[in-house]
């Protein structure tokens, strides 16, 4: 991230945590709309976290755009 704050990087990393952590199924619900208007799409379980209804992803471009 060339001339972003140590400030930007550290909300968007914590964005990025949040996002892709397992969901309460209360809050998976009330967001998954949210998640998946900004890029974000369902992924399959890959736990057995019985408080999960809800996991997503999003990928983000490498280092050479693509």
Not at 32 to 58: L, Q
């Amino acid at each position: 991230m060339s001339g972003s704050t140590p400030d930007a990087r550290r909300l968007l990393g914590a964005l990025e945590r949040e996002a892709t952590a397992p969901r309460h199924a209360r809050r998976a619900h009330r967001g998954a709309g949210v998640y998946r208007a900004c890029g974000y799409t369902d992924i399959p379980a890959y736990d057995d976290n019985v408080y999960a209804s809800h996991r997503f992803e999003r990928r983000l471009p490498g280092p050479d755009g693509g």
